[in-house]
């Protein structure tokens, strides 16, 4: 009960709470912060070069990490830049904490300098937004704030700190550290999925999203190779199971196989695991539609809101990703077995091996290409764009995690979250795989990595243009081209003046030895990709073809 800032006390109950990295553009409003973190021995404090980048950064560290990422931005214009990473954590259930100081409390309400009602703003896009306007109460805030973006369906929590709060010495009692309740399986639900299972003559498994990790991978995977289960991945969730089981599926979202989609549609019974089921998922909720006529759901999520949200559930189980897989792994289902997981991997597998197209620079040949050369483990983080389906198509992804990619769509995450990636894991390799659109959109933390000797190896597929919409273009307005076309900076010489290693390719030929040199070396590494907006995507979608349709 010693007297403390607010600051020393926000930063104490930090270190409390596990927090070692914290991601940021500093503002005046926190500088009380900064200088309470000045002394903090366990926490680094990572200065980015804009604030949305400081917020994908922490979204990726949550996603690693399954605790909280924490970001710190100032009010205003830093809180709007940011409110791009929550709106991404909110989709992605992921834990993380914005912490955005603010106007002090006198100056409320007068339309201030940067001033912003934070709790509006922020309610509709997080779990929980709030403001401290007492400095004794920051443990009760940052406890229930660490508990709410980590327990049921992880997410957001934004909290406001007003800059004279901070200021204030006052005494309060420190809050131990949160740990989020566990939801253990209910054995009779255990049982009447058994049953269901039994009954069944075609189900299939959908899984990704709230509270996964590798050991949900590790036990689920048991269970789903003991009795044959094929096992299909939500959007984006690729790492969730391992690509080289014998009954991994392949991935939903965009650009699917077609014979998983008509697999999950003939399917009599679906189990759907910490997957929301959401549009991309599902394809606009028609894959799987809400009333699921002549098919039996099981879903199964750590958040009981969630169950039956949308759609008609057969059988809602609510239960921790972790304690879901470990019990039905330790199951004694013997009369269980399925030839279906079999099957459904030898489609995967046919669709995933890249076979020679006629582009100059054959994107799936590189993609292949690096597999061969880069260690299982790599982490391959990605932005939006049409770019990104040659690796959800071709790439193995490996342990948990591996997978650093925005369910929301949004573009710039590729850079930030390979930033945090690297950082988190210095050991393994981080691959930022970004188009030429996404990529200039946070490409400036190039320098942020350069200034935390961050191990990069970074791909810019640059067409001349914004890929996903010229492709809805040229469906709806064939040759109208309006707002998508693109005139790029030379990249590599750009990663030069960031102080990184860069090449150019441009024909398929050139791109293994070049990925070989780049290998070799630390630090940045920039390959500059030239490529023809002709092909559009890995399903085989092309600019002349759109047009004769």
Known sequence: MTKRTGAQILV????????????????????????????????????????????????????????????????????????????????????????????????????????VDFTAMFTPLAKWAARIDNAARIPEYIARAFDTASSGRPGPVVLALPEDMLRDTVEALDRPKVIAPAQPLCPDAMTTLTDMLRDATDPIAIIGGAGWSAKAQHYFAQYAERIGLPVAVAFRRQDNFPNESPVYAGNLGYGPNPRLTQRIRDADLVLAVGARLGEATTDGYSLITPDHPDQILVHVHPDPDELNHVYRTDLPICAEMDEFAEQVALWEDDLLSFDAGKAAH????????????????????????????????????????????????????????????????????????????????????????????DFMMNGQELATAIQYDANLLVLVIDNGSFGTIRLHQEREYPARLSATSLKNPDFAKLAEAYGGWSATVENTDEFAPVLTEAMQRKGLRLLHLKTDVEFLTAAGATVSGLRKR
């Open 12 to 115: 104490d109950q930090l270190v409390i709470q596990g927090t070692d990295r914290i991601f940021t553009v500093p503002g005046e409003s926190f500088l009380s912060v900064l200088d309470a973190l000045h002394d903090c021995g366990t926490i680094q404090t990572v200065s980015t070069r804009q604030d949305g980048s400081a917020a994908f950064m922490a979204e990726a560290d949550g996603k690693m990490t399954g605790a909280p990422g924490i970001a710190f931005v100032t009010r205003g214009p830093g809180a709007t830049n940011a409110s791009i990473g929550v709106h991404t954590a909110m989709q992605d259930s992921t834990p993380m904490i914005l912490f955005v100081g603010d106007v002090a409390r006198d100056d409320r309400d007068r339309e201030g300098f940067q001033e």
């Open 346 to 437: 030898d489609e995967y597998l046919a669709w995933s091996s890249p076979q020679p197209t006629t582009a100059k620079l054959d994107l799936g040949l590189c993609v292949a290409a690096m597999q061969e050369q880069l260690p299982a483990d790599a982490i391959i983080c990605n932005g939006a764009g049409n770019f990104s389906g040659w690796w959800h198509r071709y790439w193995k992804y490996g342990n948990f995690p591996s997978q650093l990619a925005p369910t929301s769509g949004a573009m710039g995450y590729g850079v930030p979250a390979s930033v945090a990636a690297a950082l988190r894991f210095p050991e393994r390799v981080s691959v930022v795989i970004a188009g030429d659109g």
